[in-house]
């Protein structure tokens, strides 16, 4: 039987599903501001300009919050890789990625409450939430302060560059969204991944069963039979 541990508080979970569903809504009227046929709109322009308008203040109000009780709670430690282990960690991931998940291997890094990440969930988030996502409400403000925007920035019209900035990360956080959802299918069953997120508790991998992690969440090396028991 799997092992469970509880490795994700309510707050955190309760912020990831607010934040998915406003980075859902903003991807729907932006794509819907910007591509639709002004005859034939995929959400008639008042409202989805509606909608971007109030996702984007709350999920600019959303981040702030987030980043006082990711601040508060220690919770930043998460995100950070430690040095000695990004280039193996990240090869050991890629590796499973790859292809230890097609031959049934364990996952190279067990979640603990002191590390929920393997280095590579570290890395991608540690972009998105510290880089892109600041990137992202910077040039949305733009638009809701045209008046705060350089007047000429790169030889352009200062509005220009942001624009395009703003499209450019947005699409980029909507293929980093459906790759995380694609990742949350890679646990013991394919929904077990969005059920932790529900509830705050991990499966172990069966192949990780009876195996403590050291202190950085690294199983002890499988066996020859991939972990499985006997």
């Excluded at 508080?9 to 910007?34: D, K, Y």
């Amino acid at each position: 039987m799997a092992e469970r541990v509880y490795i994700i508080p309510l707050w955190l979970r309760l912020w990831h599903w607010t934040n998915a569903t406003l980075m859902i809504l903003l991807m729907a009227s932006g794509f819907s501001l910007h591509f639709s046929d002004p005859g034939l709109p995929l959400i008639r322009f008042d409202i989805a300009r509606t909608i971007h308008n109030v996702s984007g203040i709350a999920l600019t109000v959303l981040y702030v919050a987030y980043l006082v009780w990711n601040t508060v709670s220690g919770n930043w430690r998460q995100y950070v890789p430690a040095a000695d282990e990004l280039i193996s960690g990240l090869n050991a991931q890629n590796a499973y990625v790859a292809s230890g998940i097609f031959k049934g291997a364990p996952p190279p890094t067990v979640p603990t409450p002191g590390k929920k990440f393997n280095v590579l969930q570290q890395a991608t988030y540690l972009l998105v939430m510290y880089v892109a996502m600041p990137f992202l409400i910077v040039t949305g403000i733009a638009f809701f302060f045209p008046e705060w925007a350089p007047e000429r920035l790169f030889g352009m019209d200062g509005l220009l560059p942001l624009a395009v900035a703003h499209y450019v990360i947005g699409f980029l956080l909507t293929l980093f969204l459906l790759g995380h959802i694609y990742m949350g299918t890679m646990g013991t069953t394919a929904a077990a991944g969005f059920k932790m997120m529900i509830t705050g508790w991990h499966d172990d991998h069966p192949g990780h069963a009876g195996q403590p992690p050291d202190r950085t969440g690294t199983p002890p090396t499988p066996s020859a039979n991939g972990g499985k028991r006997a």
